[in-house]
C-alpha cells in the first residue's frame, strides 16, 4: 500500500518561486532515491532532479542553479524549491520513488502529479 503524495504546485509568476513536496507512506522497506520528473503539455516526461538515499543529486541542465532538491529528516520525503521560475517550467510535475515495499521487489512509484502553471 505505498502511496506518493505531491503538494505545492500552483500559480506564479514568472520570477517567482514555488516548493514542492512528496511524502512516500505505507509499508515501505527501503528507499533507494526519490525524484521529480514533469511533462509539459505536447512532450514527453522528462527528469528534472532526483536525490539518492546518501544524498548525491542530479538536475537537468534546463534547471540548474534554479531548482534544489532535498530530503526530508525521515528519509521518506523530498522537496523541490524551485526558484526563478520560467514560463517554460510549465508542466504536471510527478514525484518519483525508486523503493521496496515490504516482502515486495524494489520498483518505481509515482505519484499523481501536481500542476506548476508560470505566467509571463
Known amino acids: 500500500q505505498v502511496q506518493l503524495v505531491e503538494s505545492g504546485g500552483g500559480l506564479v509568476q514568472a520570477g517567482g518561486s514555488l516548493r514542492l513536496s512528496c511524502a512516500a507512506s505505507g509499508s515501505i522497506f527501503s528507499i533507494n532515491a526519490m525524484g521529480w520528473y514533469r511533462q509539459a503539455p505536447g512532450k514527453q516526461r522528462e527528469l528534472v532532479s532526483v536525490?539518492?538515499?546518501?544524498?548525491?543529486?542530479n538536475y537537468a541542465d534546463s534547471v540548474k542553479g534554479r531548482f534544489t532538491i532535498s530530503r526530508g529528516n525521515a528519509k521518506n520525503t523530498v522537496y523541490l524549491q524551485m526558484n526563478s521560475l520560467k514560463p517554460e517550467d510549465t508542466a504536471v510535475y510527478y514525484c518519483?520513488?525508486?523503493?521496496?515495499?515490504?516482502?515486495?521487489?524494489?520498483?518505481?512509484?509515482w505519484g499523481q502529479g501536481t500542476q506548476v502553471t508560470v505566467s509571463s
Open positions: 518519483n520513488a525508486d523503493l521496496r515495499a515490504t516482502a515486495t521487489p524494489r520498483r518505481d512509484y
Open positions: 536525490i539518492t538515499s546518501r544524498g548525491s543529486t
